[in-house]
């Protein structure tokens, strides 16, 4: 089936929380979410450090007075859908604690377990499989879908790049989640959302940023995916 011919739901009125959300990729995913005219709430670990990303968020060229608004993680669990976006070595302690509030929720995770060493980026094993599969362990009564993780926070934050232009791989077990899912990335200019399985292959999803980093390097670029024929 073509990919044009793929009726996707209609996400515009769905509020965005982003978890992290101002860390480099959570606070660029919520820059573009606001300027797509999704509602964002962007969350941290500290209150005030939310409020005052929001505010700068909110400042940005094309987004909307009153669209991004700020807190702590808590409360921008309370979104419709919700991106965890923490560094991975605080994923496990965060995603926890907030498995209360993201019951019924579609989850994101975009999180890559990474290690770095003098040769560079490598991925790391992680014992559920994958950084979504640990967050659907931890989220039993969420919908996980993992999503976002090879898109720049480079070009996602810069004001100047009118379109992002990528497709963003979307997996999951619950398909009617992962529509929404891929639906949202659509929202932001340049996107497309492709569904690319099962979240029991998020696995090589997140290990392939690695690769990407390695392809930064050499040609000095922000790399991104596109899939052909679809």
């Not at 300027?35 to 964002?40: F, K, L, S």
């Amino acid at each position: 089936m073509n990919y044009d011919h793929i009726a996707l739901p209609d996400v515009s009125g769905l509020s965005v929380g982003i978890i992290g959300g101002t860390g480099p990729q959570g606070r660029g995913l919520a820059y573009r979410f606001a300027r797509a005219g999704q509602r964002v709430l962007v969350g941290s670990r500290s209150t005030e450090r939310g409020e005052q990303a929001a505010v700068e968020l909110g400042a940005l060229p094309g987004v909307a007075a009153g669209t991004v608004s700020g807190g702590d993680n808590v409360f921008a669990a309370g979104a419709d859908v919700v991106v965890i976006a923490v560094p991975w070595e605080g994923h496990r302690a965060t995603v926890a604690e907030l498995s209360p509030q993201l019951a019924g929720k579609i989850v994101v995770d975009c999180v890559n377990p990474l290690g770095f060493d003098k040769q560079g980026p490598y991925p790391l094993r992680v014992e559920e499989g994958s950084a979504a599969e640990q967050a659907a362990t931890l989220l039993p009564e969420s919908r996980v879908c993992a999503a976002f993780h090879h898109v720049s926070a480079v070009l996602l934050a810069d004001p100047e790049v009118d379109a992002v232009d990528l497709d963003v791989l979307v997996l999951g077990d619950d398909r009617d989640a992962a529509l929404q899912v891929q639906a949202l990335a659509g929202r932001i200019a340049g996107m497309r959302g492709v569904f690319a399985g099962r979240l029991r292959n998020a696995g090589q999803i997140e290990a392939l940023t690695a690769n990407l980093i390695a392809i930064n390097k050499r040609y000095k670029a922000h790399a991104g995916i596109r899939v052909t024929d679809v």
